[in-house]
């Protein structure tokens, strides 16, 4: 079991930053991949970025566009995503999720099993 709690949200203008943060508790965290998904108001959840046990990450390229950056601290059981020039278009709640460590699945909602409450981000124009 893996339990997981966002925080970091808020209201930031166009073109601000934002940094979440997923901390984990539980055992095994550093067995596990964890992601990070966004879902808009009205739209699926979708997938932002992951990160290994070693570090390794994938990203939504056509979603982050290079401005998210996805970090761990094993130690702490800590995840974070740094979010640079955000857009109106980055409204969402996030949340971070779970998975056993593998070499697919990352993008697919399913492939997760342990998943936070969410945080909102909210970016004005």
């Known amino acids: 079991q893996v339990q997981l709690v966002e925080s970091g949200g808020g209201l930031v203008e166009a073109g601000g930053s934002l940094t979440l943060s997923c901390v984990a508790s539980g055992r095994a965290f550093s067995r596990h991949d964890i992601g990070w998904f966004r879902q808009a108001p009205g739209k699926e959840r979708n997938f932002v970025a992951v990160?290994?046990?070693?570090?390794?990450?994938?990203y939504n390229v056509d979603a982050v566009k290079g401005r998210f950056t996805i970090s761990r601290d094993n130690a702490a059981m800590t995840v974070s995503l740094q979010m640079n020039s955000l857009e109106p278009e980055d409204t969402a709640i996030y949340y971070c999720?779970?998975?056993?460590?593998?070499?697919?699945?990352?993008?697919?909602?399913?492939?997760?099993?342990?998943w936070g409450r969410g945080t909102q981000v909210t970016v004005s124009s």
């Open positions: 990160i290994s046990p070693e570090g390794g990450t994938m």
């Open positions: 999720a779970a998975k056993v460590k593998s070499l697919n699945g990352h993008q697919s909602r399913r492939a997760y099993s342990y």
